[in-house]
């Protein structure tokens, strides 16, 4: 019995990996025989052997990987800085409940803004370059940190304080012994929803100024009409956004392991 | 000699838009290692002069001195207190479970590992040093809680109705494992409780309290011939419904 349920599950993942493959070669198939029957415009929606053909040319004429470099390392950069400083921020404030109470309405505020909207004044401020991009992925990212983890540190059950509290510990060992490890999972689930928050906050920013990367790619196909350079960018940051919101996954395994 | 003295305690609650008075001229006095149960109607303000007495947040007015010392929320005396449920560190193994409090307190690290595998012999539970809370049932995740409050050699243990959330099995089974250890370390300890059965079975002398405001209604001591028997042989005894029947109708006049 139990071997056939087994035989059952094993089946039946393999009709999902099999429906999975088949949606991936209908939408490309289906795009490159779109665009060679000409039924939709060759020149705005490409077709998949042309992005391919401007994948080789830039492979091989090594601009991609600069471009794929930048924008990763500015998306890493600003993703870790976001994280960091909200969850710090989120420290600061479950530290002093009167700052908490001070600063409520402003996170509010700031949580409700657009942090894109922010860009001309970032770039102005930090100048035009890789620093003011960085911080665009991070500040995207910061306040709304801030709250979820601020909130999870919050809703730790007060008796496992009262438990190191019995035993004489200072609120910092409470923070470090309770607090933290019980915010754990919170903390790595707004890591997934930053990996693609930073995406957004870089991607915006190399539109805005960048002369190097994948949204300036994008900015640079636009403008001269070459949509398999764009088409070509946006399957790139598909891949590697990807890519880094797995590793967040398998970051998460690792550390809640035994957290249930 | 007393070793935990209560002294015309007062404690109010206050809110946006009340005071309430939650404990009234509170005055008893503990001898060094007996065993005393709190019993009262729900709203008595039992947890409350607990956690007083460990010194968790300051009373009103009043004072306590365990061994001759004041306890305040600066000064707390080593205190060992027991909550409704186990509260262990899920993330943390048995072990370390066991040896927070010595951590805590930054007690040297050698020490640790052979504390902690003294006690889990001592409770019954000699090789789960290295599992997770999560592996354990609720009786031994009880029993681990007890093995931790008492690695750091604490002076008076306060039990806050440790064993509410156990069923009828794993509750007597844990009530005698008590008894027993804290005979052993000679440890005084107070035990808050809903249950006048367990009080009977566990304690010396048992304290009644009434609500609103909570005050020292009555103390009852409870014979010799019951202490020297462990809680299961007391429920067995012959004077245990007598007892119960006394205490039981004291409680009903309270209301």
Known sequence: MFKQYQQMLKKEKRYVRLYQLIILLVFFGGWELLSRFGWIDRLIFSSPTHVWRTLVEKVSDGTLTLHVGVTLMETIIGFVAGTLLGTLIAVVLWWSSMLSKILDPYLVILNAMPKVALGPILIVALGPGYFSIVAMGALISIIITTIVVYTAFKGVDPNYSKVLQTFGATRWQIFREVILPASFPTIISTLKVNVGLSWVGVIVGEFLVASKGLGYLIIYGFQVFNFNLVLMSLLIIAFFATIMYQVVELIEKAIIKNNG | ?255
């Open chain 2, 1 to 255: 000699m007393e070793f935990l003295k209560v002294e015309n305690i007062h404690h109010s609650y206050f809110s946006k838009t009340q005071a309430k008075e939650v404990l009234r001229d509170i005055n008893l006095d503990i001898r060094k290692g007996e065993f005393v149960s709190f019993i009262g109607p729900s709203g008595c303000g039992k947890t409350t002069l607990l956690s007083i007495i460990a010194g968790l947040f300051p009373s009103t007015e009043g004072k306590v001195y365990i061994d001759g010392e004041e306890i305040s929320t600066h000064n707390q005396s080593l205190i060992g207190y027991m909550l409704q449920q186990d509260y262990l560190f899920p993330w943390k193994t048995i072990e370390e479970n066991v040896t927070i409090g010595l951590k805590i307190m930054e007690r040297s690290n050698k020490t640790h590992k052979v504390t902690a595998n003294a006690l889990l012999q001592e409770i019954g539970l000699p090789h789960v040093g290295n599992n997770y809370p999560r592996e354990l049932s609720g009786g031994m995740r009880q029993r681990v809680a007890l093995a931790r409050t008492l690695a750091v050699d604490p002076k008076i243990l306060l039990l806050d109705e440790p064993f509410s959330a156990l069923d009828y099995q794993s509750k007597l089974k844990l009530e005698d494992l008590v008894v027993e250890t804290l005979k052993a370390y000679q440890k005084t300890a107070i035990l808050v409780t809903h249950d006048i059965g367990e009080a009977i079975a566990m304690s010396e002398r048992v304290f009644l309290f009434s609500a609103n405001p909570g005050t020292l209604h009555k103390v009852f001591d409870i014979p010799s011939e019951l202490q020297e028997l462990s809680p299961f042989d007391v429920r067995q005894h012959p004077m245990y419904s007598d007892i119960f029947q006394i205490i039981w109708k004291e409680l009903e006049s309270l209301g």
